[in-house]
Antibody
Framework: QVQLVQSGAEVKKPGASVKVSCKAS????????IHWVRQAPGQGLEWMGW????????NYAQKFQDSVTMTRDTSISTAYMELNRLRSDDTAVYYC???????????WGQGTLVTVSS | QSALTQPASVSGSPGQSITISCTGT?????????VSWYQQHPGKAPKVMIY???NRPSGVSNRFSGSKSGNTASLTISGLQAEDEADYYC?????????FGGGTKLTVL
């Protein structure tokens, strides 16, 4: 069965970086784009961007152009999202999700809580 | 502020039907067929309920339906059940950029 398993919760100080992993299983990792979506406490969903696991190509939301890097390691079927220069308003649950096509997110990771606090 | 506008809340009684709207522009909803709807229960990851405007994934109840007219997409839930109480989000995808609506809290009275 398809699974996306994310790394555990993180606590970071303002200005630091965080790298969240998303390990895929149950399907061909390189066949589906991986998107990252975050949700601040009590707030809505916010799209961050995607990575094509096959080519490594990426596309980021304009808001995150200068702060996010998405990568992948096909040898272990894992996608990564690194967010730099963290601020308190980056405190959120970060999700990875699989896209068969058209932004139709059929499987989601369990979410990773990133807390930014001094 | 989200690019796609949804009502903050809607409510209905069991058995009734409700519709949630999602208003965008001619540059997103109006121009693309990739509109999806997600249901999210507290503390859970979102679940896709509708994709490509009106398609239902396998396993999703046929009480859920989607449509689009111009720059506005809509999600209709018929025969409301207590388990439908959740947050609902629309999304629009251009093939490169994706936007979510601000979310609608559905309360089943």
């Amino acid at each position: 069965q398809v699974q996306l398993v994310q790394s555990g919760a993180e606590v970071k100080k303002p200005g630091a970086s965080v790298k969240v992993s998303c390990k895929a299983s149950g399907y061909t990792f390189t066949a589906y784009y991986i998107h990252w979506v975050r949700q601040a406490p009590g707030q809505g969903l916010e799209w961050m961007g995607w990575i094509n696991p096959n080519s490594g190509g990426t596309n980021y939301a304009q808001k995150f152009q200068d702060s996010v890097t998405m990568t992948r390691d096909t040898s272990i079927s894992t996608a990564y999202m690194e967010l730099n220069r963290l601020r308190s308003d980056d405190t959120a649950v970060y999700y990875c999700t699989r896209d068969p096509y058209g932004g139709n997110f059929d499987y989601w990771g369990q979410g990773t809580l990133v807390t930014v606090s001094s | 502020q989200s690019a796609l506008t949804q009502p903050a809340s809607v409510s209905g009684s069991p058995g009734q039907s409700i519709t949630i709207s999602c208003t965008g522009t001619s540059s997103d909803i109006g121009d693309y067929k990739y509109v999806s709807w997600y249901q999210q229960h507290p503390g859970k990851a979102p679940k896709v309920m509708i994709y490509e405007v009106s398609n239902r994934p396998s396993g999703v109840s046929n009480r859920f339906s989607g449509s689009k007219s111009g720059n506005t997409a809509s999600l209709t839930i018929s025969g409301l059940q207590a388990e439908d109480e959740a947050d609902y989000y629309c999304s629009s995808y251009t093939g490169r950029i994706l936007e979510f609506g601000g979310g609608t809290k559905l309360t089943v009275l």
